[in-house]
Nanobody, 119 residues
C-alpha cells in the first residue's frame, strides 16, 4: 500500500492551496481517509477525515475541505484563507474506518508534503 501526498509549497497568508493524496495497492473505496499535519516542534494533529463513500466529513478547521474521487483513488484537501500557523508537513492516511484514521493505529500513512504560509 502506498499513499503519496503532493501539492505543498509556499503560499502567502490569505491564499489557498489544494493538496492531493494518491493511493495505490488498496481498494480505495473500502477505506476512510484523512489528513493530519505536524508543525515544527509540535505533535501531529488531526486536520480532516472522510468516510469511505464520502458521505461524512470531519474537520478540525472550517477553512479546509476534504473530498475524494474514488475513481482516481485520490483524496484532496482544499485549504483556504491560509494562516502562518498552518505551516506544517501535511500527511494523508487511510484506514478501514474513520475511527481507525482518527486513532492513527492500523492505518496506512503517506509521506508528507510541506506547506509553508508566509505572513
Amino acid at each position: 500500500v502506498q499513499l503519496q501526498a503532493f501539492g505543498g509549497g509556499l503560499v502567502q497568508a490569505g491564499g489557498s492551496l489544494r493538496l492531493s493524496c494518491a493511493a495505490s495497492g488498496l481498494t480505495f473505496n473500502n477505506y476512510a481517509v484523512g489528513w493530519f499535519r505536524q508543525a515544527p516542534g509540535k505533535d501531529r494533529e488531526f486536520v480532516a477525515a472522510m468516510s469511505r463513500n464520502g458521505g461524512d466529513a470531519y474537520y478540525a478547521h472550517n477553512r479546509f475541505i476534504i473530498f475524494r474521487d474514488n475513481a482516481k483513488n485520490t483524496v484532496y484537501l482544499q485549504m483556504n484563507s491560509l494562516k502562518p500557523e498552518d505551516t506544517a508537513v501535511y500527511y494523508c492516511a487511510a484506514g478501514r474506518s474513520v475511527r481507525t484514521v482518527l486513532s492513527g493505529a492500523n492505518a496506512y500513512w503517506g509521506r508528507g508534503t510541506l506547506v509553508t504560509v508566509s505572513s
